[in-house]
């Protein structure tokens, strides 16, 4: 395939003109704050309750885009503990990961922390990039509310990077 040769900051830079969920068209944030959470799953079953077992994080400079900093974690689930053989299969993650692992209400915390390490407490200091809505649209919010808890508002609006790059690319 031949691709029209765009810098990713071009793509990255359309973020701000772009519609993207839960933020308003605003400057260019200090950061990206790219994830891609992995979660719980079994096989044809669309009705599991998926339970995030990893949540990685790159702290992306949005003017130099180079990484400033990470934040990985598993996640220990609690209402499927034992991992599925395709859960394994998809997502390479093991039971011995996962079993000393804190809860997600526990990495939420060190997360929050870590990333006001960063951006202090300006949620707009960082966009959340994610590759489709599941992670922050259906993952999180849907176990935040089955387990009765919050999560930080940073993560209630992203962007899409599908979104730019269909306008970007046609």
Known sequence: HSFPTRRSSDLLSLTRDTSCHGVM?????????VLD????CERDDRGWPN???EFPTQ?????????VDEFREFVRPTEKPQLTAFCTELTGIKQKDVETADTLDVVLSRFQQWLSGHVGHDSRAALPVTCGDWDL??????EAHR??????????GWCNIKQPFEHLMG
């Open 25 to 33: 068209a605003v400057p260019t944030p200090r950061f990206y704050l």
């Open 37 to 40: 959470f992995e979660a719980t």
């Open 51 to 53: 339970e995030i077992i």
């Open 59 to 67: 702290l992306i400079d949005s003017q130099t885009l180079q990484v």
């Open 137 to 142: 649209q259906r993952m999180l919010p849907g």
């Open 147 to 156: 387990k009765h808890m919050q999560y930080p508002s940073v993560l209630k």
